[in-house]
């Protein structure tokens, strides 16, 4: 192996930890926002060691935690490129695609009638709901309601998602399956297009008693180009999902797929992962930091999770071998002391370590999140698409 050649690479994206806003952000409603910072001013004895230990506080000033005196590896900041703070946008630009019309959300007033209505007419099923919510909270409020009329909930969250409930034993799961195809291809119009319609089923007869089951179905937009994953595939190397990447991506470019059931499932899958042998890529992301905490505006609850991932994370290190690099980053902010209930425009850290580093320190801050992606392809001597954004660090990696 080369100096700047590595058998295996990690990518694990905490889901929404930004480290400042963006120039732009103000244009979003995200002046000042600093997901990881405002967290740690909340947040009182955060204990971060492993983060801390790769230089994050040597990145991005930390309140109560110092910077490392010697970090293992390198940082920097990543810039958005593409317009938009969505998963999507930012998982398609991490793997070089450059998003230039962001995908519409529908947070603040649900969705418009015009859609709704051709939605109800093309189901035959009458739709209520129509708002912003959890999960749970909406089967809460309306499930029993949908039992007994066979009316459609529909929901969406402050990501691009349009979300269908429907009960397995009196909705079932073909219908609810055949309702969500008709959505996906009503969202394909410019003014409703969403990144993911979901199907999500559930069981009970009363509130109190309702649990989603494994059957989701994600009905997702496929990225409209090549990727990093689909040059890392073609090559023949191993590309293993962890998380909602399968999700993002619609499948494209992976060879092995892994759900998790919430971020620490995801890492100890990751654990299971980095004992086997292969070659290329595993990609993880890590979603409860934001689906659980940032867009319900909880410090507290998001530095427990950091707190459990860093725990975690301090699993891992002792498993790479001189052979492996770990990049650790994110896809957008998530600032859980901002205003509403969305993701924040902000600037996404670059942690890049390996046991065979000689070298660490901050490097120039990058003009895309497909730095990430780029170095990958450019790690096992291959080319990006043509047309995608980033530039490999490799050779900075020493």
Same mark, same amino acid.
């Given at each position: ?118 939605? @109800? ?5 009458? /739709?209520? #709901? %129509?708002?912003?919510?959890? &999960?749970? +909270?909406? !089967? ?16 969406? @969250? ?5 979300? /269908?409930? #429907? %009960?397995?034993?009196?909705? &079932?799961? +073909?219908? !609810? ?222």
């Amino acid at each position: 192996m080369s100096q700047n050649k590595y058998r295996r690479v990690f990518t694990i994206v905490i889901d929404s930890l930004g480290v400042g806003a963006l120039e732009d952000a103000a244009a979003y409603g995200d002046a000042g926002t600093d997901t990881l910072g405002h967290i740690a001013e909340r947040v009182p004895g955060l204990k971060i060691p492993n983060l801390q230990k790769l230089g994050m506080a040597n990145l991005h000033p930390l309140k109560g935690i110092p910077p490392a005196e010697r970090p293992l590896g390198y940082y920097m900041k990543l810039r958005e490129a593409s317009a938009g703070k969505d998963t999507m946008t930012g998982h398609w630009e991490m793997m070089g695609l450059h998003v230039t019309k962001p995908f519409r959300t529908f947070t603040e007033h649900g969705f418009p009638p015009e859609l709704l209505e051709e939605l @109800s007419r093309r189901t035959g099923r009458k /739709i209520i #709901g %129509n708002k912003s919510a959890s &999960g749970t +909270e909406i !089967l809460e409020e309306l499930a029993e309601e949908e039992i007994a009329t066979g009316h459609m909930i529909v929901y969406t @969250s402050a990501d691009s998602v349009l979300q /269908i409930c #429907g %009960n397995e034993e009196t909705f &079932g799961l +073909e219908e !609810l399956y055949r309702c969500c195809q008709i959505a996906r291809e009503l969202t394909l119009r410019d003014e409703w297009k969403v990144g993911r319609v979901i199907a999500r089923p559930y069981v009970g007869r009363k509130k109190g008693e309702f649990k989603r089951t494994a059957n989701r179905h994600d009905y997702a937009l496929k990225p409209f180009g090549r990727t990093a994953l689909n040059v890392l595939k073609d090559a023949g190397l191993s590309v293993i999902s962890v998380g909602k990447i399968y999700d993002i991506f619609d499948g494209e470019g992976l060879t092995e797929s892994n759900k998790s059931q919430s971020s620490v499932h995801g890492m100890e899958q990751t654990l299971e992962i980095a004992r086997r042998d292969f070659d290329g890529l595993c990609y993880v992301n890590l979603v409860d930091f934001d689906a659980l905490w940032g867009h319900r505006r909880n410090p507290e609850g998001y530095g427990r999770e950091l707190e459990a991932f860093d725990e975690k994370l301090g699993e891992l290190l002792p498993l790479l071998k001189k052979e492996d690099l770990l990049l650790v980053t994110a896809d957008h902010g998530n600032d859980p002391t901002h205003t509403g209930t969305d993701h924040t425009r902000e600037k996404v850290p670059l942690l890049a370590y390996s046991p065979s580093m000689e070298g660490y320190g901050l490097l120039e801050e990058g003009s895309s999140f497909g730095a990430v992606g780029a170095t990958i392809v450019d790690n096992f001597g291959l080319e990006m698409p043509e047309g995608t954004v980033g530039s490999s660090i490799l050779g900075k990696l020493l």
